[in-house]
């Protein structure tokens, strides 16, 4: 947003008018009220100094550059005003405001009166509807009061205005059969040396409220992609925090594995007086961690063994088993040779008693 500082604002700003090609002597001259509508005549400023675009934030291949330069009056009521700031159209259906956004801008105060004639006063569509039309009353208008913008009068240059209202009209309608173009303007009143100083600086004004004008959107519409990103990414948050604490986890397991070791290679790695106490703790603490580890995997170790054990006793009784019935297998063979062995010696013995008995 353009602050509402008055200070910057010139004072004058001129119109120089051409009809029918004759450019009129005087150059019409208004005074602007800095002071009640800052907003409204800087809008004014920056269509009579807008002559290459500069002082435009809208910027379109579309839309020709926002000036009073080569505008015309495109509608002359007689005995009321002349009015003219259509620079796209030339019928009154167009126009915009070069530095505010979306080419419109509300009304100002409605304070002003139309109380006499030179009063210049935005034209409007209905209420904040201000674009870049304005017009100047030939006579006091109260009508008006309460409706339009009052922001300037008109101080010198007068038999101007008088000299457009005396144009032929086409017919019934209040549109001039003669061009009436602005062919110059700017700030100040029409001298040429003072009012390009002053234009210049005028220029670099509006230049500077463009960029700061520009850098507080930008940073408007950069925070709202931040929040937008924001919540976007806060499922993926929880997500991932979900995951770090269970890598967390399990690095705490690993570490209680190698605690031996980390607390080792940290011990003859850096030296301090305090590195005696240090070891003494990490001994104390590794015997409590040893007798514990031996507790358990001695539990382990009996109930292993009370489970052997048993399975021991078990397969032993099968041995037992397996040995009396070899045993007895083996007896009874032993007996049947003995028994063989007996009949077989009593055989040879008869028949020695045999032959002894033939030989004789």
Do not use: W
């Not at 602050?3 to 029918?20: G, H, R, T």
């Not at 505008?71 to 009154?92: K, L, S, T, W, Y």
């Amino acid at each position: 947003m353009l602050s509402n500082d008055s200070k910057d604002i010139p004072e004058f700003c001129y119109l120089q008018v051409s009809i029918a090609g004759q450019v009129q002597p005087k150059p019409i001259v208004i005074q602007l009220h800095k002071e009640t509508c800052p907003k409204t005549c800087r809008n004014f400023v920056a269509l009579c100094t807008n002559d290459d675009g500069e002082a435009s934030t809208i910027t379109s291949p579309q839309k020709p550059i926002a000036t009073y330069r080569g505008c015309r009056f495109h509608r002359i009521v007689p005995n009321f005003m002349c009015q003219a700031g259509d620079f796209e159209r030339f019928d009154g259906t167009g126009g915009y405001s070069p530095i505010y956004h979306g080419g419109r801008f509300n009304d100002e105060n409605l304070k002003g009166r139309h109380d006499r004639e030179g009063v210049v006063s935005m034209a409007n569509a209905g209420k904040n509807t201000n674009k870049s039309q304005f017009f100047i009353t030939l006579k006091a208008t109260p009508h008006l009061d309460g409706k339009h913008v009052v922001f300037g009068q008109v101080v010198s240059g007068m038999e101007g205005v008088h000299a457009m209202a005396t144009v032929e009209l086409e017919g019934d309608r209040p549109v001039p059969l003669q061009r009436i173009v602005i062919s110059d303007c700017g700030i100040g009143k029409g001298d040429q040396q003072k009012d390009d100083k002053n234009r210049k600086g005028s220029l670099k004004r509006v230049r500077e409220e463009k960029d700061d004008s520009d850098r507080k959107r930008s940073k408007k519409k950069h925070k709202k992609r931040s929040k937008s990103k924001h919540r976007y990414h806060d499922n993926d948050d929880d997500g991932s925090r979900h995951r770090d604490r269970k890598k967390g986890k399990k690095r705490r397991r690993h570490s209680r594995k190698d605690e031996d070791s980390d607390s080792y290679s940290d011990s003859s790695s850096s030296f301090s007086p305090d590195d005696d106490s240090r070891d003494g703790d990490r001994s104390r603490h590794r015997r409590k961690h040893r007798s514990k580890s031996e507790e358990r995997h001695g539990r382990r170790k009996h109930s292993s063994s009370s489970h052997g054990e048993k399975s021991r006793s078990r397969s032993s009784k099968r041995k037992k088993r397996r040995s009396h019935r070899s045993s007895d297998s083996s007896s009874s063979a032993a007996g049947h040779k003995s028994h063989s062995s007996n009949g077989d010696e009593d055989r040879q013995s008869d028949r020695r008693k045999h032959k002894h008995k033939s030989r004789r």
